[in-house]
């Protein structure tokens, strides 16, 4: 039996999948929003976390994967297994980062999930192949560490004296962040630049 | 027998959405992304569309709406039922100008949809409670029509310059539009102010 706990933010989807999950003899399947995921996996001790990547609570939908795997406790963490799409590299590279082992190209089957599910159950890697273009981009991600921050923070609206200190950095210091930024991304100005990255999961 | 067109763009949800919906023995059911919707239309008549407010392929997940009810064809159109979120209200408006009957809550649970679907199917109105808070903050929409092209092209990653060539306004007229839209937006400057009309809806 392998118990699988099913992340996703909208209701009527994530119900109807779970029903669709239950239907497998060898699933015992439970279900969770992003919001209360952390305490689920402690409560339930899934085999398997099939956690879909967007997540509606975060004004950016990055999904706070590291608390479904949290390294370091007294019983082995989840095996974690995304639900992903191509086109946003970014989040692919997260959940690569995250220890993900399993990763479901949501333009897929349902029955491409099964398998994963039970792959990543058996310890096994598991890709679906659709995805691979979207781990090429995620390898081609052409932002810095501290370049992402500088950007997140104009993507919430921050001014460039507010980044300025925030990161405590010059006025000028932030202009020459925004204008590599603007041209590694390939974007026209600064709200394109936002778009773009927000567009590829990166912010 | 009620026929469904289910027009959702993430196929792995479609599908088991699909097969979930089937399994009522009222409901023959048909699916699709948004970008074949309109074509399935035409082929598949259905009594009612039932369509995932979210779009993937656009840009900004405007979905086109419209197509889906071709106004002045020689068959009556589909009756159209919305998935909708309560926190985009700017979806639920652009729903209701297009003249959708059903409205339900991703937030609810499966059960809501196959209520609305029939409820629907016999020309009846059906509004997920939940909803209300939403359509409360769509009669408040701030922005006018202008200021929101205005908002679109800068979301775009258009320039000042560039907008005032597209609508064919002088650079100080977008500026001035650009600090309504500031204000009205409750925002801190022209980032923030996509990024919460996104948010929104809006845009």
């Known amino acids: 039996m392998i118990r699988v706990l099913l992340v996703h933010d909208v209701c009527l989807v994530r119900s109807v999948l779970s ?15 992003w919001r209360s995921a952390p305490g689920r996996v402690g409560a339930v001790r899934p085999d398997v976390c099939a956690a ?17 795997c949290p390294r370091g406790g007294g019983t082995p963490p989840p095996r974690l297994l995304v639900l992903a799409s191509a086109h946003r ?17 949501k333009a897929g089957t349902p029955e491409q ?6 792959r990543v159950a058996q310890g096994e890697r598991f890709v679906t192949e659709s995805l691979g273009f979207g781990f090429l981009k995620a390898a081609e991600m052409p932002l810095t560490r501290r370049e992402l921050s500088v950007l997140t923070l104009a993507a919430e609206g921050a001014s460039v004296a507010e980044i300025a200190g925030s990161l405590h950095l010059s006025h ?17 100005n600064r709200v394109d630049a936002i778009r773009i990255s927000q567009g590829q999961g990166w912010l």
């Open 19 to 33: 029903q669709w999950l239950s239907r497998q003899p060898d699933l015992r399947v439970e279900d969770t929003p």
């Open 52 to 68: 879909d990547l967007d997540c509606s609570d975060d004004a950016y939908g990055i999904p706070p994967l590291g608390d479904l």
């Open 89 to 105: 590299p970014g989040l692919l590279k997260r959940a690569l980062e995250a220890g993900a082992l399993g990763y479901v190209d």
């Open 172 to 188: 000028g210091t932030v202009r020459n962040y925004m204008a590599a930024i603007t041209r590694k991304t390939g974007a026209r």
């Open 113 to 118: 999930l099964l398998r994963g599910i039970r």
